[in-house]
């Protein structure tokens, strides 16, 4: 059964950089998966942030991310990867990434309410 752990967030003023984590385990190796980031700020809807597809890293962004964030994998160790820079109050959520072993996932992964989410990494932007 695949096991998410997301780390890397904390408090960070306006303009700054985070890099969050997700490290995956329980199958042989990321390479077959997909690699998606999501958050989800207090009351409002989990939101897809991010992709990056498994067979030739093509990148994927929301507009509200998009020229800020960058995502990446290293598959020999089984992480992905999530640099934020320049990053505004309204970035404050919780974050998640989730891996799915498709061709298409980075295509539907806005979508994706399926369950087994990781414990998500708190990022808070404020002054």
């Known amino acids: 059964q695949v096991q998410l752990v997301e780390s890397g967030g904390g408090l960070v003023q306006p303009g700054g950089s985070l890099r969050l984590s997700c490290a995956a385990s329980g199958f042989s190796t990321l390479e077959h998966y997909a690699i998606a980031w999501f958050r989800q700020a207090p009351g409002k809807e989990r939101e897809g942030m991010s992709c990056i597809s498994r067979r030739d890293g093509t990148t994927y962004y929301s507009a509200s991310v998009k020229g800020r964030f960058t995502i990446s994998r290293d598959n020999a160790k089984n992480m992905g990867y999530l640099q934020m820079n320049s990053l505004k109050p309204e970035d404050t959520a919780v974050y998640y990434c989730?891996?799915?072993?498709?061709?298409?996932?980075?295509?539907?992964?806005?979508?994706?309410?399926?369950?087994?989410w990781g414990p998500g990494t708190q990022v808070t932007v404020s002054a």
């Open positions: 989730k891996v799915k072993p498709r061709d298409d996932y980075c295509s539907v992964y806005a979508t994706d309410n399926s369950p087994a």
